[in-house]
Nanobody, 126 residues
Framework: VQLQASGGGLVQAGGSLRLSCRVS????????IGWFRQAPGKEREGIAY????????DYADPVKGRFTISRGDAEYSVYLTMNSLKPEDTAVYYCAAVVTYRNSGLYMRENEYDHWGQGTQVTVSS
């Protein structure tokens, strides 16, 4: 299983970006997906989660109300739509997958994740 994260870039504060995470070889029915980020000098933190059946979603407090996690119609991609971006959102963003077939579980700890994408840089200028 490979995860490919893309969509990062440089944006001004208040702007928006949409990150994509494409999962190879298997449909999203087999994976709960999480988005994590790591800012310079800080530990990696989880920010958004979606269950493998798509029924449950959750967000970390710093991004609630601004970020939206969603699944694509093609069932191989998960998106993270980021609005009202702030300079403190600057980080490398990673998507990760837990192998768990069609259930409503959410996974919020890094060590629960089996597969990781390579990361995409998001830089928000003030």
């Amino acid at each position: 299983v490979q995860l490919q994260a893309s969509g990062g870039g440089l944006v001004q504060a208040g702007g928006s970006l949409r990150l994509s995470c494409r999962v190879s070889d298997f449909t999203l029915d087999y994976f709960a997906i999480g988005w994590f980020r790591q800012a310079p000098g800080k530990e990696r933190e989880g920010i958004a989660y979606i269950s493998s059946d798509g029924s449950r979603i959750d967000y970390a407090d710093p991004v609630k109300g601004r970020f939206t996690i969603s699944r694509g119609d093609a069932e191989y991609s998960v998106y993270l739509t980021m609005n009202s971006l702030k300079p403190e959102d600057t980080a490398v963003y990673y998507c990760a997958a837990v192998v768990t077939y069609r259930n409503s579980g959410l996974y919020m700890r890094e060590n629960e994740y089996d597969h990781w994408g390579q990361g995409t840089q998001v830089t928000v200028s003030s």
